[in-house]
DNA sequence: CTTTTTTCGATGCGCTTGTATCGGATCATA
DNA sequence: TATGATCCGATACAAGCGCATCGAAAAAAG
């Protein structure tokens, strides 16, 4: 058996350089060199990775995804939530909303990605799959939270998650624009949330 | 004296073409010999009328906040709201609100550009000041129509200004993405309005 | 009708991009 | 240690990009 190395790793560190390079420079940065470059990797092992630039981009989109997950699910450990369906639906709003100036490169990379969804139909499919998961389980977190008496009653779970979902991602693009500031988008996801308890 | 063309109208033209391949496939689609086959000139037309295509994407830019005051101005027009802070306030918040399929387009487009705004410095200055336009606009209503009683007392109106303009990006993305559609945004944004009145 | 100035459409150029190719280095196995 | 499959890094290549150039066409002025 010849050298074996960690593909699974290789395109986390690829799709690393990547994100980093789209938070800087915009779409047009990433080129297959630069992104050698940046993982500390050659152009030959890159394509060895991915057989063409868009599958790279695939999975760079679900990877970015999968990081929110894991950022979630860090806040919902770390806060103690338990199974408090407030506490989890708290946590998660947080969790992808742009707090504090360590969010701004995963937003701007998320706002490039899903510009990028809106005018290409394959990163579509992905973009809209995590966002529909993203609205299932906070539909779901509204409707536990109106039941067990955590959340206002009357409270519609779809339309609550939708709207939630609309606020964090206005947020995010204000907050990049300069209208909004980490702090103010801190204090209006707080409100908002403020505004669902009875 | 030679040959006189409407540079102005011609720059309008192009601009429009470039709004149209970009919602139709994102930025890379939008390439000299793209826009002049879809503006019906020759590239060398597009040449003389921006000296490089940099100078032609701020334009377009621009171009695309002044079709958005021209929506709002014609739906506070058509609705007769006269001088009433609150109904001002209402046309705007909807004319930046994609309310039907017609609205899509430059939805896309205006992703897009806020996109490579987060990206780029020179067309982050546009942005940034159309946006921050847009809130000292709001800003403005809001404040009036607290004092003419129309809205809410004690809302702040810079507050109140982010988190309409924060709702109303958010709904634009969501419609693109597939988790709202322009139906559920039209309501969303009418249960906001709703909730500032008093 | 001739002249002159601007616009037009086309072509060429240098550069960068994503992808394909290939000899040599590398390491588990026999 | 010899072997051979696998990975590496560099280079080659075609395509497409923005931009520069240039002769021909067109129209107002003499």
Known sequence: MPKQVDHKARRRQIAEAVTALISEGGLEAATLREIAARAGVS??????????????????????????????????????????????????VRGITPLTAEDLPWTRAWLVFAAQAATDPRLAAVQREANRGLFRLLSVLVRAGVDAGGLRAGLDPETTARDLLALTDGLGVQVLVGVHTVATARESVERALAA???
Do not use: N, W, Y
């Open 196 to 198: 669902l308890r009875p």
């Open 43 to 92: 152009m030959g092992a890159v394509q060895r990775c991915f057989s063409t630039k868009e599958e790279m981009m695939v999975f760079v989109h679900e990877h970015l995804g999968e990081l929110a997950t894991a950022q979630i699910e860090g806040r919902i450990a770390a806060s103690g939530a338990g199974d408090d369906p407030v506490a989890i639906l708290t946590e998660t």
